[in-house]
């Protein structure tokens, strides 16, 4: 996780709900980024773009809106 540290641009985490060892993970993915938020999908696995397509397709592209 160390990799993103000092990385000044927006960075998305984007777990589902269901997939419990990415979203417990998540706070540490972003500990060391200055620009970097975590969203959880509910009713989501690990698979969240097929579980959720809508609701991850919104938030890639509220992420890309951010860094373009």
């Known amino acids: 996780h160390g990799l993103l540290a000092g990385y000044e641009r927006p960075v998305l985490v ?8 990415h979203v417990r993970d ?3 993915q972003l500990g060391h980024v200055a ?3 975590a969203v959880v999908l509910e009713g989501a696995g690990h698979l969240a ?5 809508d609701a991850y ?7 890309a ?3 373009a």
């Open 14 to 21: 984007l777990n589902g709900a269901d997939d419990k060892p």
């Open 26 to 28: 998540a706070p540490k």
């Open 35 to 37: 620009h970097g938020r």
């Open 49 to 53: 773009n097929l579980d959720a397509p």
């Open 57 to 63: 397709t919104a938030e890639v592209r509220g992420q």
């Open 65 to 67: 809106a951010q860094v």
